[in-house]
């Protein structure tokens, strides 16, 4: 349930982790220790007993895209698989507060998407329809019950686009994102697997074919298998090992508002006017904006992009009109050509890749890292995993997310 | 035919400063200025074509705006584009030597709205990025770009300044309606 | 906001461009002799460095033109001063 | 004691009197005041809690730096704004202000809109000068003597910076003086621009800096200025630091600076009793300017001589300090710990920091932008050095942009000058009674947060200052961490060991002062929020009462309801009307392109799935586009004007795009080709008349025109006189009717709609819109581009192999042969019948095989359908669909389980449910 908006935040733990050197060879190496690769050591711990993981992290833990996105949770996509795994990742998330032992602020608030457009009421029908049978709580709501659940919609048939109607995800919701991060760290940490920050991976030792182990900033470890689980900067990992990937990372930005009264009692998005906002739990407006269009890996982009965003949402929400921008940043989204992400095995063997998440990181982090457990112990990729293959852009057979919102009339 | 015609922005209200040049003449000419076949067919009928980028030969009532390496804009007089069109593809076809030469009759495509305010220049800075100061941008030259959320031609016709801003007719009244709500304290 | 030079109009500011990923890249001559794996890496695949990057945009808003430049995807600094074509 | 006025003294007009009300109290201040020098002449002690401990907390800065008296301000209008810093409010005859307790609130003024008016401004400059202390006044007088483009922003309401707040010299004259001249020169120069209230919050990429201008008495509240400069001179000046001791939160504890700032610029005596903490020189002459305005100087308490302040005592206002050990009573605790340089705008643009130890602060180390850095803002803290380096800097930026000779013009002499010399920092002192205390050493005043919450971060295993800020929330209020970000850092460094400048700063963020939403969307708002395109014959539309939708940008009419009439009945009469009588709809929105050269024909070839280069002058094609991908992308018909010349015609939503996809192609791949693309959707306007009797109408607006089904017949297309106007006619159709677009100029769109309606009076033509097209388009099969299909979807899943040429290559034919491709369970266009010839399946409803178990989930899905509507030729309803081997299936049952339990089953046919031998079309 959703807890009550407080400027209280909870306490952390007095322990989260241990700092150790870096042993000279693991079982498996993580690269990249976002909440990706957190979650990854976590679930190989604890669902498969691998124990001797070293998680490598070149500046601080969960300091890329887990520090920079906008909290979102929900799993009410088109596609089958894309449900399947963001479903499984959303039941995770359920069981995680207590799982962990740690206040990670869930809060199941809904999540609304708003249609302003005849061809976004027919896309938004559909995919609620294919949640429904897909045993997710997909709903459509009308404008009435949008005013219901969230009064501070501007509903007028005046505004330029006017409010349609919307999907709504009562499960969906928001937490916070550090805690996400500290809370796994903490845990996989815990459970023996070795955290090391200020430790860039320089290269990736390959060997007949098979990868067995990563040149860093402390020294080379040697490694039975190595999974990239690096998010904006995967491509760059890959391309150690000679592998190329069908990703382009681009910035991504989100900004920020002060302390507010609780006013914002749910998640609204609103795609055709690239808005979403949350209010998180302190009372700040959380609010993301539309991916620049060109390839940086700059965790900055361009002020037209928030411009746009801030006369969009004040069309939305007109009572926003005074609240301050606090603060702006970019997160570096790697984007495959069907917005899903690649998932398995490469052409080298023991090496494996978790990327392309695009702007669906934060809330498949429980999923992501339990079906790459899943996929690292046992070599072959997880049930939930397997339609993300790398070979799809071969045969063609994409979960096309872009797609699945198109536009043209 | 005139009392046919409805412009674009015919019955809206402008605020002061600025008003709708309305039924201009325009063809779209696309050729390789290095074609010295094609070149001087379409000169010997509109003039030298301008070869810098973003400017204007000509002026009020005939002009020749550069819009891409191999792209202009012939603007004359209302009335005068059927004879204008006809004029250059018969040179044209007349010239052995010359190469390829679009001709698009566009004058229904924009509208011109043509602005003359004291405070023209920061009008348009209120929504058009360029820089319009005299030392970068003059009589004498035109530009495609935005302003606010609208693509627009610019063209600045004397030292005034007066600008045109020739506009697709669908976002003419977009355009006027910024224009007039923008007219500053 | 950037600001992009392009090579017939100068320096715009990037609302003006469109982007268009990697410059350099050819269609193949003849798709149809390619097998899936070789045709799927011109469709989908694409460089992504970190750094001095080879890449298209199209004077969206200006004069319609399609360009190279380069540019370092880290400072997002232009390092030809004069795009090439 | 509390604060009070100053008979005399300071740059207020006491004789204009403001009245105002904090709290519902009724108070007075004077033109010039800002809201916290008011304050505290009314001796308001304090003006907001902890957010956490409920502590009471004071005004404690003069700037933007404020950590504590953050304020909800309604004005006299009636606007309420959160989270305002009292100390940057000018204040205004009026205002009611509230005091907070950490979280501000939005309301909304009645039920009206917030009537708030903001623009922007873009603006181009040699030399930008960010500050108009006595660095950038410097740098500015040199720039502008250049005759460079030079501007000059500063946040305050005059120029002169920290000289307002103090009694300096220059040349052994008022140092004011020369600010005065110093501004009336730049006013006066043609190519300088001063603006004041602006406040640079944004230092971007490529030179392109944001300034947010207040504009209290001017049309708009404020603007945002976009400028781009060519070179850019930061003298952002510094921010005073705090030092941590127990207790170091009460109000009466302020900076030293601030507090003669209070004194010289507002003429409030801020305490009668007062201690000084320094660990610097530049408080050298506080006492002095304190006792000359008749506050008892208690003691002066250097760091550099080994003292320290280690508590406070008192309740809502301070009462004594505890200095080595001995309580000391006072009203007042004057605080310097050092100089924090505003580096804020010199990190966005990427410039790398140094800590430097002579000033225990984050220094500007290497530019990466054309970026200079001038006065306390590069560490340089004498009025002679601040003025000497910025006409040094302002002169060297100018001539890198190419003015002047970059020689800096000669500066008057500063009397003394009030260097700080060398800082003996204290990052925080330690408590007799030990580390409990520490939980009332506060750090971040904003937050609330201590050094006790740095211990708990570092105790928990954290050692980047990213992740301490996170835990601890230190740097994340409002005021980012501007006077307690390197106090934090150095904090955490000492329980970690290391040296102080070991853990840098987190990262600065822009906007460097918090700016509201509306200021930011500016005009964008309302009807100016995004185009509204509309056709040439939009007043009939309006006129005639049709109900509009969103397409786009365009608003097109949906349907035109007679009075009283449902949607429903409206399509319903719409559809009739054109399937056995004629309708009329308007079709200018679609994208229109003109070809022209020899190899336009061949273009065609390559970007079309099928054949036009030989396609016969007068003739019109339908064609298909793909990405390279495969999946369709648009498709439109396209009609041969001249051997060298065609005019395609495109979506309405992809008219740009399909326009950008051509020139790419042709500029980047095949530039051997000799094709123009023009675009000229709005150089035509299009009338479709439709329906058994369209001919008859064409006849009689037309009468040259040879309208007989041989003399006109199907795909091909006339140019003629129609009702007296130039025209190109296209017969061609998207309702499967007998049919015509009339193409005219747009200037002519509307004369030729209401020739049409006058003409077709006698036939009952029906105008309709969007949604009777809709359903006419689906009873013959044809799928709109973006609702049949999704990015997905070939030309085959369609159904329309025989659109796609197996002979020549085109852009996506590649991909059409990879294994998905070919897949016979792809989702394929099929027709639906529901049983219950009144079922209506909703549009977008997921489809299941006949027999699926619904009671267990997941569900397996077989398709969903696109598009679904009654027909009133069929006398029922019927819906297209996608669907898992939809071809094989003709006959089969399916079933769509709809939200509320239910089910619709419906028999999967050929798409075409109306006139499938085309007999009516070809009429």
Known sequence: MAATPSPHLPDHPAHLWRNPDPKPAYDVVIVGGGGHGLATAYYLAKNHGITNVAVLERGWLAGGNMARNTAIIRSNYLWDESAAIYEHSLKLWEELPAELDYDILFSQRGVMNLAHSLGDVRAGQRRVSANRLNGLDGEWLEPDDIARICPIVNLSSDVRYPVLG????????????????????????????????????????????????VQTSRGPISAGRVAIVAAGHASLVAAMAGVALPLQSHPLQALVSELLEPIHPTVVMSNAVHVYVSQAHKGELVMGAGIDSYNSYAQRGSFHVIEHQLAAALELFPIFARAHVLRTWAGIVDVAPDASPIIGPTPVDELFVNCGWGTGGFKATPASGWVMAATLATGEPQELARPYALERFTTGALIDEHGAAGVAH | ????????????????????????????????????????????????????????????????????????????????????????????????????????????????????????????????????????????????????????????????????????????????EWLTDAIPD | ????????????????????????????????????????????????PKGPFAERWVHAAGCRRWFDAVRDTVTNQFLDPEPRR | MSGTRAPSDGRIDRNRPLSFTFDGRAMTGFAGDTLASALMANGVDVIGRGIYTGRPRGIVAAGVEEPNAIVQVERADGVSEPSLRATTVELEEGLRVQSLAGRGRLESPGDAVDAGRFDARYAHCDVLVVGGGPAGLAAALAAGRSGARTILVDADTELGGTLLGTRDELDREPALDWVRAAAGELAALPETTILLRATAIAYHDHQDILVAERRPDARTEGRLWHIRAGQVVLATGAHERLIVFADNDRPGIMLASA?????????????????????????????????????????????????????????????????????????????????????????????????????????????????????????????????????????????????????????????????????????????????????????????????????????????????????????????????????????????????????????????????????????????????IRTTSIQPWHVAHGAVFEDVGQWKRPRFFPRAGESMDAAVLRECAAARTSVGVMDASTLGKIDLQGPDAGDFLDRVYTNGFAKLKVGSCRYGVMCRVDGMVFDDGVTSRLADDRFHMTTTTGNAAPVLDHLEEWLQTEWPELRVRATSVTEQWATVAVVGPRSRDVLAVLAPELDVSADGFPFMTWRESVVAGLPARVFRISFSGELAYEINVSTWHGLAMWEEVMAAGE???????????????????????????????????????????????????????????????????????????????????????????DLGSRPVPMIGHVTSSYRSAFLGRTFALALVRGGRERHGEAIVAPLADGTTIEAWITDPVVVDPDNARRDG
Not at chain 2, 96 to 122: F, M, Q, W
Not at chain 4, 317 to 324: H, P
Not at chain 4, 479 to 506: H, I, Y
Not at chain 4, 819 to 840: F, G, M, Y
Request: proline share 7%; net charge negative.
């Open chain 1, 166 to 213: 919307a999907t709504f995800q009562p499960r969906g919701g928001i937490a916070k994102h550090d805690h996400v991060a500290w809370a796994y760290a903490r845990a996989a940490d815990a459970l023996g697997v070795d955290l090391i920050q200020g430790c860039e991976v320089t290269g990736i030792d390959v060997a007949d074919g098979r990868a067995v182990g």
């Open chain 2, 1 to 176: 035919m005139a009392e046919l015609r409805r412009s674009p922005l015919e019955g809206v209200a402008l605020g002061d400063g600025f008003r709708e040049v309305p039924f201009l003449s325009q063809i779209d000419l696309r050729l390789n200025p290095a074609d010295e076949g094609a070149r001087g067919a379409v000169e010997s009928v509109v003039g030298p074509l301008p070869l810098v980028p973003n400017t204007v030969h000509g002026g009020h009532d005939a002009a020749i705006l550069w819009l891409g390496p191999d792209e202009w804009l012939v603007v004359g007089p209302p009335g005068s584009a059927a004879d204008l069109e006809r004029q250059l593809r018969d040179t044209i076809a007349a010239a052995t030597d010359a190469g390829p030469v679009a001709i698009v009759d566009v004058s229904a495509n924009r509208t011109t709205l043509e602005l003359d305010h004291p405070d023209a220049r920061a009008i348009l800075a209120g929504g058009c990025s360029i820089d319009l100061h005299p030392r970068a941008f003059g009589p004498g030259r035109c530009a495609q770009t935005l302003v606010a959320r609208a693509g627009v031609i610019l063209w600045q016709l004397d030292d005034a300044p007066t600008y045109r801003l020739l506009v697709r007719p669908s976002f003419a009244a977009y355009l006027a």
């Open chain 3, 1 to 48: 906001m950037l600001l992009i030079t392009c090579p017939h109009c100068g320096p715009r500011d990037e609302v003006e461009f469109r982007y268009g990923g990697q410059a350099g890249v050819a269609s193949p001559a003849d798709p149809e002799a390619l097998d899936d794996a070789t045709w799927a890496r011109y469709v989908f695949f694409r460089d992504n």
């Open chain 4, 762 to 852: 006698r036939f009952g033509i029906t105008p309709y819109g969007t949604e009777a097209m809709h359903v006419l388009r689906a009873e013959k099969g044809y799928p709109i581009i973006g609702q049949e299909t999704d990015g997905t979807v070939t030309p085959q899943d369609l159904g329309m192999e025989w659109v796609v040429s197996k002979t020549k290559p085109f852009i996506g034919s590649r991909s059409h042969r990879r294994a998905e491709n070919r897949r016979p369970d792809r989702k394929q266009l099929v027709a639906l019948l529901p049983l219950n010839p009144d079922a209506l399946i909703p549009e977008g409803n997921q489809l299941v095989a006949a027999g699926t």
């Open chain 4, 259 to 531: 507090a003669l700032t209070y004194l010289h610029r507002y003429g409030v005596v801020p305490g009668q009793r007062a201690v000084i903490y320094t660990t610097n020189d530049s408080t050298r002459t506080a006492a002095a300017e304190l006792t000359e305005a008749g506050i008892e100087i208690v003691d002066v308490v250097d760091s550099r001589d080994g003292r320290a302040v280690s508590g406070s005592e008192g309740g809502d206002r301070l009462e004594a300090v505890v200095v080595d050990g001995e309580r000391r009573g006072c009203d007042l605790l004057l605080v310097s710990g050092g100089w924090n340089p505003v580096v804020h705008l010199f990190s966005q643009s990427r410039g790398s920091l140094r800590w430097d130890d002579g000033l225990a602060t984050y220094l500007p180390e290497r530019a990466v932008q054309a970026t200079h850095v001038a006065g306390s803002a590069n560490g340089v803290f004498d009025l002679d050095g601040c003025l000497r380096e910025g006409a040094a800097v302002g002169a060297r930026a100018a001539a890198e942009a190419g003015f002047g000779d970059g020689r800096p013009p000669v500066m008057p002499a500063a009397d003394g000058g009030t260097a700080i010399g060398r800082v003996a920092p204290i990052w925080f002192v330690p408590a007799p009674e030990g580390e409990t205390a520490e939980a009332r050493m506060f750090v971040d005043l904003e937050r609330d947060a201590t050094v006790a919450d740095i211990r708990r971060a570092t105790g928990a295993g954290l050692a980047s200052i990213e992740h301490i800020k996170r835990y601890t929330t230190i740097g994340t209020a409002g005021d980012q961490g501007k006077t307690s970000g390197v106090v934090a850092s150095a904090v955490a460094a000492a329980l970690l060991g290391q040296e102080p400048g070991a853990l840098g700063v987190p990262t600065f963020r822009a906007p460097y002062v918090p700016i509201s939403f509306a200021f930011i969307a500016g005009r964008d708002r309302g009807a100016l929020s995004d185009p």
